[in-house]
């Protein structure tokens, strides 16, 4: 996609914003005929409690990217998980394990591990990025931390904030 910028006065009668994506649209169309392999369009991030990106919804058929499994599910099903696991945040797997097709020999009865906060990557340096696990703090250090670290786990969720380093400044 391909930011555009209109006159306000226009913009605001004419929804220009998804005219351009309509066009965008056809273009990838027209130029699946000369590249087979051209099969999507990508509106961008998709943000479920930015109100200025609700306009991606409208778009049919679409998918959102689950950002726990890195699977692509469609986007009714997985605004419907996000608004019933997740209403505030709006960040959770939006595909359940179950449905992931792993080889039998990889999956076990809880082959999720468990979240350890000791396992939380902290970026502590100032002007190069220096990356430690909150268990190699000292005491001290953990009682600073840990409130923090607890706050960022309950706002993002035990099922993706693994996946962050937490910059601290």
């Known amino acids: 996609s391909v930011y555009a910028f209109y006159d306000p006065i226009l913009s605001n009668s004419l929804e220009l914003g998804k005219y351009t994506a309509l066009r965008e649209i056809e273009w990838v169309h027209r130029a699946s005929k000369f590249r087979p392999e051209l099969h999507y369009y ?4 998709y943000i479920h409690s930015c109100q200025k990106m609700t306009y991606k919804a409208e778009y049919k058929p679409s998918e959102l990217l689950c950002p726990v499994n890195l699977k ?3 986007f009714e099903e997985g605004k419907k998980r996000l608004e019933e696991r997740s209403p505030i945040r709006h960040c959770c797997a939006l595909v359940s394990d179950a449905s992931l097709s792993l080889p039998k020999e990889e999956s076990t009865i809880d082959s999720k591990p468990k979240l350890r906060i000791e396992d ?3 970026d502590i340096g100032d ?3 220096q990356i430690v696990q909150v268990g190699m703090l ?4 953990r009682e600073f931390i840990d409130p923090h670290v607890n706050e960022f786990v309950a706002e993002v969720g035990a ?3 693994s996946k962050f380093v937490i910059k601290l400044r």
């Open 138 to 141: 000292n005491r001290q250090g």
């Open 159 to 161: 099922d993706i904030c």
């Open 42 to 45: 990508y509106l961008g991030y």
């Open 72 to 74: 692509w599910v469609d």
């Open 127 to 129: 002007k190069e990025p």
């Open 120 to 122: 939380i990557s902290l």
